[in-house]
């Protein structure tokens, strides 16, 4: 009886390492799956000439600066238009 205690609790053992390995490969296949994936997203989007979402932040604050320098140019024009009248 005790030797089929230990054939079992080996077993439970070898079984569980076997699932630990296997769900650590699915982990990396998986990791490598979408790493390649993404590459492959962002050569697409370069050859179609989209831009990076850095690219897209530093465009968007230099319009947001325009804006407000247009902004404080109209109100000196209104400013000025009153001081005509």
């Given amino acids: 009886m005790n030797k089929?205690?230990?054939?079992f609790e080996d077993f439970y053992k070898l079984a569980g390492s076997a699932m630990n390995t296997a769900f650590g490969t699915v982990a990396d296949m998986k990791k490598q799956f979408e790493d390649t994936v993404n590459h492959?997203?962002?050569?697409?989007?370069?050859?179609?000439?989209?831009?990076t979402n850095e690219e897209f932040e530093v465009f968007r604050k230099m319009v947001?600066?325009?804006?407000e320098k247009q902004e404080k140019l109209e109100e000196k024009i209104a400013e000025l238009e009153k001081k005509i009248k």
């Fill in 4 to 7: 089929d205690n230990k054939f």
């Fill in 64 to 67: 947001q600066v325009s804006r």
């Fill in 40 to 51: 492959q997203i962002d050569a697409i989007l370069a050859k179609r000439g989209f831009v």
